[in-house]
């Protein structure tokens, strides 16, 4: 693999982390991270840490997209292993993820107590009218990006379709509709 | 019928729901929902859409309503296997291709698989919205917010926690 002397040709300029490091960073990430820890990965990692310079985050971001699982989780795998391997991978998913979890818990095993309340109830729901509309808002965000590309728009509304009032399992829709566009995009996308 | 262990089924189903996540874990509500509600019985609509509330006002990534249902279904071992079932296989996966990249950052296939995807994550994200929607019994107070939200996303930077803590006073007023 030709990664190494990439690396090592960066590593003259760039900071390079230790194990804690990596916890500590991922860390600070996770507990600043609200509905959506990405631009705080993006402050922390390439402008105050200098672990990577702009256009490698880039990269790394829509490689983190493209693939499955969760986007920052998957960005704590990439640069902890990158970095030291699978000490290195196992230190920032812990830094992302341990305190968030634990969190949540505590809230959830709160709400198992109180959860009756109206008050506490009230909070939940107005709670989860303003996460869903946060997705409305995005997922139209999303879309008038691609305004210019139907075959996207096209392919967005039939995944929307399926997935949503339609009520398909997922996995048929995605595997349904995936070749269909990305064929689409071969012939469409520049 | 010996009852089957809830813990081996939900450990598996999100070990498959895992590889579904394109564009990250919220692509994935409307399994989830089907998993933990429609076909398991594991909660009600009402709890899904507790659970997906106090995620969304936890810090940290937004796999958190995995952990919490896994928590809900089988305690404490149920929240650490799906949240390492969820992160772990996907997490090694994105390393290895972000390795195998480097040499493909500009080749067609690849953009035409993450420019086709990115179409179906642009859908799903909004049948998330949909079936969030239909799980939390929304009346038009809820409505209100949900629109408020989707306004000001749409039509401004300001960030999201603003509106979040905005539905959580209503909500704690007893509006909703």
């Not at chain 1, 096209?154 to 566009?181: N, Q, R, T």
């Not at chain 2, 390393?95 to 195998?100: A, F, N, P």
């Not at chain 2, 917010?145 to 999201?160: L, R």
Request: proline share 6%; charged share 15%.
């Amino acid at each position: 693999m030709s990664s190494g002397d990439v690396e090592a040709g960066l590593e003259d300029e760039q900071a390079s982390p230790t194990v804690s490091d990596l916890f500590l960073t991922f860390l600070r990430v996770a507990i600043s991270g609200f509905g959506g820890a990405l631009p705080f990965a993006r402050r922390e990692l390439v402008e105050r840490r200098k672990w990577l310079d702009p256009r490698e985050f880039n990269d790394l971001l829509s490689i983190c997209q493209l693939m499955p699982g969760p986007n920052i989780v998957n960005m704590s795998f990439c640069l902890g292993a990158r970095f030291h391997g699978v000490l290195g991978a196992a230190a920032a998913f812990s830094g992302i993820i341990v305190v968030p979890c634990i969190i949540a818990i505590l809230l959830a095993a709160l709400y198992l107590r109180y959860g009756q309340v109206p008050e506490v109830s009230g909070t939940l729901r107005g709670v989860a009218a303003a996460a869903i509309g946060l997705f409305v808002g995005m997922g139209m965000k999303m879309a008038y990006v691609e305004r210019r590309s139907p075959h996207i728009l096209v392919f967005a509304l039939l995944a929307f379709l399926g997935a949503g009032p339609l009520g398909f399992p997922l996995p048929m829709v995605i595997l349904v509709l995936a070749p269909f566009s990305i064929a689409a995009a071969w012939r469409w996308s520049k | 019928m010996m009852p089957r262990d809830p813990l081996l089924d939900l450990t598996l189903h999100v070990f498959f729901v895992s590889f579904l996540a394109i564009g990250g874990a919220n692509a994935i509500i409307p399994e989830l929902h089907r998993m933990a509600v429609e076909s398991n019985g594991w909660m009600s609509d009402g709890t899904f859409a507790d659970l997906f509330a106090i995620a969304t006002m936890t810090p940290g990534p937004n796999v958190l309503l995995v952990t919490l249902i896994g928590w809900y279904v089988a305690g404490i071992p149920g929240a650490v296997l799906s949240t390492l079932v969820m992160c772990v296989p996907t997490g090694a996966a994105a390393y290895y291709m972000s390795r195998l990249s480097r040499k493909f950052q500009k080749a067609r296939p690849r953009i035409a698989i993450q420019r086709g995807l990115a179409a179906l994550t642009v859908g799903i994200v909004l049948a998330s919205a949909f079936i969030l929607m239909r799980s939390t019994a929304h009346d038009w107070v809820a409505y209100a917010i949900t629109a408020a939200a989707a306004a000001v996303t749409i039509a401004t930077k300001a960030n999201p926690i603003v509106m979040i803590a905005a539905g959580a006073v209503v909500g704690a007023l007893g509006f909703v």
